[in-house]
């Protein structure tokens, strides 16, 4: 796919606008998505694979939830380990 076919998309734009923190949940980034464009999660599911497969966005699994980021933001970033209480 060329890149002005993946960056033309309004909705792939949306995806890759960058959070306050530079990551999101797929969750959050798919609320988003759904409340913006009113496409079914399944839409929203192959606008992020299209993005991560062409290099536009990465994933980073951490627990249950998968965070997702622009090509542009620091993804290596670690939380520091929990305290034991």
Do not use: N
């Amino acid at each position: 796919m060329h890149v002005f076919d993946i960056l033309g998309d309004p909705v792939r734009r949306r995806v890759l606008e960058p959070p306050a923190d530079g990551e999101r949940t797929s969750g959050a980034i798919t609320d988003v998505i759904r409340a913006g464009f009113a496409i079914p999660q399944p839409a929203v599911s192959r606008h992020l694979r299209v993005l991560r497969d062409s290099g536009f966005a990465s994933v980073r699994a951490r627990g249950k939830p998968t965070r997702q980021a622009g090509s542009g933001t620091d993804t290596g970033k670690t939380d520091p380990p929990p305290t034991e209480v």
